[in-house]
């Protein structure tokens, strides 16, 4: 495609439910992020991928996040038992490790509201 | 792991005036520093980068400067304009292929007319 698509773009939830946010990279980047932004602050690392390699998975804030990207397509971004404190926006990345460079591109990003 | 802090987190500056925001890194390996801008309700986009064998660069009222010694780098914004308006986010990647971007924390840029 002609950019990293993100979906849904608005998603409200209740306390307690899980949710799962999609998002589809430009074909042939090999790496995918996960960010989280609260209103007004900076880029929380969540969850890289690599290619083939093992995930990193250092910034996942507990064990009721989890993510899973399917070879070098889409990833899913599930939270489970959704609380107050996950609203927020959630971006995703790709890029392309190439020699040249390794411009990231962004989604527009999932808004998350759970009331 | 890299570490990338990122000041000031927000700036006012008169319409006209120049902007610079500043970051520090901390892995002497990271040779790729990209800067983003990010608009509301947007994700990043990418505006300038610079690579650890160059000093500074230039695009138009936007520069990047690289000291690989202090292990810092700045984006300059000249003559800046409301529409310079944004969040402004710097990163640092280590070389290989399989190093992730870092990114700093963000800054808050407003132009005041």
């Known amino acids: 495609g002609a950019g990293v698509s993100q979906s849904p773009s608005n998603k409200v939830t209740e306390k307690g439910k899980d949710v799962e946010l999609r998002c589809d990279p430009i074909?042939?980047?090999?790496?995918l992020y996960w960010y989280r932004q609260r209103l007004g602050q900076g880029l929380e690392f969540l969850i890289y991928?690599?290619?083939?390699?093992?995930?990193?998975k250092s910034g996942l804030p507990s064990d009721r996040f989890s993510a899973e990207r399917t070879g070098e397509s889409v990833s899913t971004l599930t939270i489970q038992r959704t609380q107050q404190e996950d609203s927020a926006v959630y971006l995703c990345?790709?890029?392309?490790?190439?020699?040249?460079?390794?411009?990231?591109?962004f989604g527009q990003g999932t808004r998350l509201t759970v009331v | 792991g890299e570490n990338v802090e990122q000041h000031p987190s927000t700036l006012s500056v008169q319409e006209g005036d120049s902007a610079v925001i500043k970051c520090t890194y901390s892995?002497?390996?990271?040779?790729?520093f990209p800067w983003y801008k990010q608009e509301l309700g947007k994700g990043p986009q990418l505006i300038i980068d610079?690579?650890?064998?160059?000093g500074e660069k230039k695009d138009q009222r936007i520069a990047v400067t690289l000291n690989k010694t202090a292990k810092h780098f700045s984006l300059h914004i000249t003559e800046t304009q409301p529409e310079d308006s944004a969040v402004y986010f710097c990163?640092?990647?280590?070389?290989?292929?399989?190093?992730?971007?870092?990114f700093g924390t963000g800054t808050k840029l407003q132009v005041i007319p």
């Open positions: 990345a790709s890029s392309w490790r190439g020699q040249a460079r390794t411009e990231a591109f």
């Open positions: 074909s042939g980047h090999t790496a």
């Open positions: 991928f690599q290619g083939n390699s093992a995930p990193d």
């Open positions: 892995d002497s390996a990271s040779n790729y």
């Open positions: 610079i690579r650890s064998n160059v």
């Open positions: 990163a640092a990647t280590p070389p290989g292929g399989y190093q992730k971007v870092t």
